[in-house]
């Protein structure tokens, strides 16, 4: 008696070649750990007998991309144990950039905790020899020298950025984008000399005052306030600008109701990085402003003390003893660090929080 035939239906054929093209003849789950954790195993043990901690680092890695290679070549073909060893080579070289930062983290963190107390943020350094003192003059010459550049360069760089893409046509318009590249790449210490060289024709050699250090910060601001303007203004979708049009509306109206508002959360993200870019310059703070040990709360009126120049001078002139000055130094450098940090946070945060919500 014959047994009945069962019928295969293509959809049922089309699953079942579908799950032996890509479920069979591949590794199990736990091969890249197993591999890992051998590799790093036969890396200490190099380690222990002598060799150096970077290479046996590298040792691990080329022992781990030989050994996941050789074993998928077997189990899964060279397509797959290729793009197993690009992956590792992907994955190794992204912990090398990361390291040199947490490195930093840590060396900061580890030697600036110890002076993060109530006295080093409400006290000066007005007569302090040794021990004890605090970095509050500091922080309000950054705070004071900081808001000026950024008063002096978010309207330039806005206006400026306005102008490129609304208005520019032609040879000037390709002229002042060249010149904002140009800025952009200048190194710090240029805006430094060029702030002091400023101030010097007009008041005299020897000149220190902090709307120096804010001009010079503000050279650096102008060119990075331009292009993130730049390019969010031209994301703004073209049609925005004809509605207005169509409706008779001049077109330095449509900028301000129009365009500004919808490229303002891409714009005050680039203002916030740009703040974040130079509230840690040192060189242009040293030909500029210079150093104090007192509050200076007008920054048209002699020398004022910034975070990036009190953690220098702490620590190429600490004094005798030598170690409450090394301390400040660190202390200092951890609260730049936190205050980049920080900065960077809130233009994320500005980013999302204020960005153009699509509709449905």
């Not at 010097?200 to 010079?216: S, T």
């Amino acid at each position: 008696m014959n047994s009945p035939r069962t019928s295969v239906q293509p959809s049922d054929l089309s699953a079942v070649l579908s799950e032996r093209l890509f479920t069979q003849g591949s590794l199990p789950r736990y091969a890249p750990g197993v591999t890992l954790a051998a590799a790093i195993v036969v890396g200490g043990v190099l380690h222990l007998s002598g060799v150096a901690s970077g290479l046996a680092a590298v040792a691990v890695v080329v022992l781990y991309a030989v050994a996941i290679y050789g074993w998928s070549l077997a189990v899964e073909g060279a397509r797959k144990a290729k793009n197993r060893v690009v992956t590792t080579v992907v994955t190794a070289a992204f912990l090398l950039a990361l390291l040199p930062l947490i490195s930093v983290v840590i060396t900061v963190v580890g030697n600036g905790v110890g002076r993060l107390d109530v006295e080093f943020f409400t006290y000066s350094m007005h007569g302090v020899v040794g021990e004890g003192g605090g970095v509050y003059h500091a922080i309000m010459g950054t705070l004071l020298i900081t808001a000026l550049a950024t008063v002096i360069s978010v309207p330039v760089g806005m206006l400026c950025a306005i102008y490129l893409v609304e208005y520019a046509k032609g040879k000037l318009g390709r002229a002042i984008t060249f010149f904002v590249d140009v800025m952009t790449g200048i190194p710090s210490i240029v805006a430094g000399l060029f702030a002091y060289a400023l101030f010097a024709l007009i008041f005299g050699p020897g000149v220190r005052m902090g709307v120096m250090g804010a001009v010079a910060l503000s050279v650096l601001m102008i060119p990075i306030v331009v292009r993130s303007t730049e390019e969010m203004l031209r994301l703004v979708p073209a049609e925005l600008r004809e509605a207005a049009y169509a409706l008779a509306v001049p077109k330095w109206r449509t900028i301000v109701k129009v365009v500004l508002p919808t490229a303002g959360a891409g714009i005050a993200t680039g203002v916030t990085l740009a703040i974040a870019r130079v509230v840690g310059e040192t060189a242009p703070l040293l030909v500029t402003v210079g150093i104090t040990t007192g509050v200076n709360m007008n920054p048209f009126d002699d020398r004022m003390a910034t975070l990036p120049v009190f953690a220098y001078r702490q620590f190429m002139s600490p004094g005798l003893p030598p170690e409450p000055a090394i301390d400040r130094a660190w202390t200092a450098a951890l609260l730049l660090v936190a205050v980049v940090m920080l900065l960077n946070l809130v233009a994320r945060l500005i980013s999302r929080l204020f960005a153009p919500k699509a509709r449905a």
